[in-house]
């Protein structure tokens, strides 16, 4: 079986490149410029050369605060990208493995954690591409695998543990918002989860996230308690912040329909960063 990583130099992808070689599995890596996913012509024409069986789709447009500067850029991949690769894993006959978000979701629910019925509502024009090329995969494919995540980490610059550790280089005292929660998740679990997934045959929408909850500030208080770093944080309301792009208050999504079908328990996000700290040093 032929796997096919598209956006594979991106913290997941390049999770899923270390997985694949470790398992010695057949795949080919590729990023933006190798094929640029919002070139439909290109994206057909690599997929009949290369005939993957399974596609796994980890390119994204992820600069929230950006995309609503420049909309037309985050709708240009999470979009019209993703209908690109539909249409070329249609064509192919390759199984399509694709990623949203928990932006997707406005954040008033006020019973619980968001589960895969809830109808989605976005609140910026990131959410809204997500969700676009969520609706995209469901018009043209009939089979196919779609994860929604939340508060991504892994091997990359671009995730919370990187900048924050960061900040705490140039500041001795750091605001943090309180407001905003939601749920770590780290890109080791998504994988595991993701190639099991694949194995056992399933299909449709799932969430899948690590287990807890948590927010910005409690989770920059884990990093700062289990790497014993010396800055004091303050706990303020994102709103202070005045960034482009407004957040949900409450994004965390329930991952038990998921862990149920697979017959797992996926760690919690405390023990995700744990390992990923470790792992890191």
């Known amino acids: ?6 956006g594979h130099k991106g913290q997941l992808g390049n999770e899923f490149v270390k997985k694949l070689s470790l398992l010695n599995y057949d795949f080919i890596g590729v990023d933006i410029d190798e094929l640029d996913i ?22 994204a447009y992820n600069l929230v605060d950006d995309a609503e500067k420049e909309p037309e850029k985050a709708f240009a991949v999470n979009t019209a990208g993703v209908l690109n690769i539909a249409f070329a894993s249609k064509e192919v006959k390759s199984f399509l493995v694709h990623y949203s ?15 895969e019925s ?43 543990i990187h900048k924050f550790i960061r900040w ?14 939601s749920i770590p998740t780290y890109t080791k679990d998504i994988v595991e989860v993701t190639l099991k997934s694949i194995e056992k045959g399933i299909s449709g929408l799932y ?54 079908e697979l017959g797992i328990v996926i760690p919690t996000w405390e023990e995700a960063v744990k390992n990923y700290l470790i792992r890191k040093e």
């Open 1 to 6: 079986m032929k796997y096919l990583i598209i």
């Open 38 to 59: 919002t070139k439909r012509d290109d994206v057909i024409l690599f997929f009949r050369k290369i005939k993957p069986d399974v596609t796994i789709n980890c390119a």
């Open 101 to 115: 978000s928990d932006y997707v979701f406005d954040g008033t629910k006020k019973d619980g954690l968001y589960i």
């Open 118 to 160: 809830d109808k989605p509502n976005p609140i910026n024009k990131y959410g809204e591409s997500k969700l676009k090329g969520e609706q995209i995969l469901s018009d043209v494919l009939s089979d196919y695998l779609l994860f929604r995540l939340s508060w991504v980490f892994g091997e990359g610059t671009q995730n919370f």
């Open 168 to 181: 705490t280089k140039n500041s001795n005292e750091l605001k943090i918002a309180d407001d905003e929660i």
């Open 207 to 260: 969430h899948l996230t690590n287990s807890g909850y948590t927010s910005r500030f409690d989770w920059a208080k884990h990093i700062t308690d289990t790497l014993k770093l010396n800055v004091k944080l303050i706990p303020v309301s994102k709103d202070i912040f005045n960034l482009p792009a407004r957040r949900p208050d409450f994004s965390a999504m329930d991952n038990k329909i998921i862990s149920d």
